[in-house]
């Protein structure tokens, strides 16, 4: 093996620096388990609804993990207290590592004030996936969707998070939107804090 | 000038999966469609019943006075032929393009169910790109 010789030996496994570890893994494996991870959820459930449910609920547990881990290896124990800080953290800092790269776009939403999207042309999870017709408006972003909402939820930010297909003029698919509606309280704090 | 007539699918068992037509010559109906494609499967298994040499995998090109019908088979059986005018080039390159486009839109969608009937409108969409390339590629050569 190459450049075993030359690892520093730690005699404590608490001692050694945590690494940052292989930063990719392969698109084709991660597709074919996203696939069965659906189909399976698709066997649990007898609405569309529900499945878009059990999605959310898989990626909430990635995002609060996503979060403790992000937290410790790139911000040294400490977290983002603020709305705009927090929103940011994930379209670029959770985005980039997810899914290496950042977010297309972060808007605030125009009709509400509570109200932000993460667009992205197009998402990972959604690469390999054609909706069939008769789902509607399913979209499998709601794993992302939840992986959002997992994040924000355990950095303070309680809101409600949902995946959608917004047509795009000119182009043949639809690009996705998490539309993040944060919880009355959030807000609140976020004035008082001015 | 279309050099593709049309693309054809079959699963393992023969049943045609996919169909697809290029241009007016060699069009057919649904039913003309499922016939070509069983038939197509009986007739590359015997081929390979036949055959005087060992471990032949079929017939991979059928030419004919009118039309050239190119085959390529995948490893779990799966047949991918398109049938185009004669002495057209390059075809192997477009099966492979198209079986990988295959596997990346419909295999890995969670929504198609094996065997079935293909309708992913990526597979689609990206199948329609890669047959224009293919001429625009044939042109300029």
Redesign the interface.
């Given at each position: 093996m190459i450049g075993v010789g030359k690892m520093k030996q730690y005699s404590n496994v608490l001692d050694r620096p945590l690494s940052k570890g292989k930063q990719e893994v392969s698109l084709?494996a991660f597709?074919?388990l996203?696939?069965?991870?659906?189909?399976y959820n698709?066997t649990q459930v007898d609405n569309i609804a529900e499945l878009e449910r059990r999605l959310e609920d898989a990626g909430y547990a990635v995002g609060a993990r996503v979060l403790e881990l992000l937290c410790h290896r790139d911000k040294g124990n400490r977290r983002e207290t603020r709305l705009l800080g927090i929103l940011s953290f994930v379209h670029s800092t959770v985005w980039k590592v997810l899914f290496g790269k950042v977010a297309d776009s972060l808007e605030k939403g125009t009709e509400h004030e509570d109200e932000y999207m993460i667009s992205e042309k197009e998402l990972l999870v959604n690469r390999?996936?054609?909706?069939?017709k008769d789902?509607g408006t399913f979209n499998?972003g709601a794993f992302v969707a939840g992986i959002v909402r997992g994040v924000l939820d355990g950095a303070g930010f309680p809101a409600v998070v949902t995946a959608h297909f917004v047509p795009v003029e000119g182009q043949?698919?639809p690009r996705t939107t998490i539309l993040i509606k944060f919880a009355e309280e959030v807000l609140r704090r976020e004035a008082r804090l001015g | 000038m279309a050099a593709i007539c049309s693309l054809y699918i079959i699963n393992k068992s023969g049943g045609l999966i996919f169909y697809k037509d290029y241009g007016s010559t060699g069009r057919m109906d649904t039913n003309d469609s499922l016939r070509v494609a069983s038939l197509w499967h009986s007739m590359h298994a015997i081929s390979q019943q036949l055959s005087p040499v060992s471990g032949c995998t079929g017939i991979e090109l059928l030419q004919a006075d009118t039309f050239d019908l190119h085959c390529f088979q995948s490893l779990t059986g799966t047949k991918f032929f398109v049938v185009s005018e004669p002495g057209t080039q390059h075809m192997e390159g477009l099966l492979k393009h198209i079986y990988e486009l295959y596997t990346d839109y419909v295999l890995k969608n969670p929504f198609y169910e094996m065997e079935m009937p293909i309708r992913c409108e990526l597979f689609d969409i990206n199948l329609t790109q890669a047959i224009q390339k293919d001429r625009v590629a044939l042109l300029a050569r």
């Amino acid at each position: 093996m190459i450049g075993v010789g030359k690892m520093k030996q730690y005699s404590n496994v608490l001692d050694r620096p945590l690494s940052k570890g292989k930063q990719e893994v392969s698109l084709s494996a991660f597709a074919f388990l996203f696939s069965e991870l659906v189909q399976y959820n698709q066997t649990q459930v007898d609405n569309i609804a529900e499945l878009e449910r059990r999605l959310e609920d898989a990626g909430y547990a990635v995002g609060a993990r996503v979060l403790e881990l992000l937290c410790h290896r790139d911000k040294g124990n400490r977290r983002e207290t603020r709305l705009l800080g927090i929103l940011s953290f994930v379209h670029s800092t959770v985005w980039k590592v997810l899914f290496g790269k950042v977010a297309d776009s972060l808007e605030k939403g125009t009709e509400h004030e509570d109200e932000y999207m993460i667009s992205e042309k197009e998402l990972l999870v959604n690469r390999f996936i054609s909706i069939p017709k008769d789902m509607g408006t399913f979209n499998c972003g709601a794993f992302v969707a939840g992986i959002v909402r997992g994040v924000l939820d355990g950095a303070g930010f309680p809101a409600v998070v949902t995946a959608h297909f917004v047509p795009v003029e000119g182009q043949q698919r639809p690009r996705t939107t998490i539309l993040i509606k944060f919880a009355e309280e959030v807000l609140r704090r976020e004035a008082r804090l001015g | 000038m279309a050099a593709i007539c049309s693309l054809y699918i079959i699963n393992k068992s023969g049943g045609l999966i996919f169909y697809k037509d290029y241009g007016s010559t060699g069009r057919m109906d649904t039913n003309d469609s499922l016939r070509v494609a069983s038939l197509w499967h009986s007739m590359h298994a015997i081929s390979q019943q036949l055959s005087p040499v060992s471990g032949c995998t079929g017939i991979e090109l059928l030419q004919a006075d009118t039309f050239d019908l190119h085959c390529f088979q995948s490893l779990t059986g799966t047949k991918f032929f398109v049938v185009s005018e004669p002495g057209t080039q390059h075809m192997e390159g477009l099966l492979k393009h198209i079986y990988e486009l295959y596997t990346d839109y419909v295999l890995k969608n969670p929504f198609y169910e094996m065997e079935m009937p293909i309708r992913c409108e990526l597979f689609d969409i990206n199948l329609t790109q890669a047959i224009q390339k293919d001429r625009v590629a044939l042109l300029a050569r």
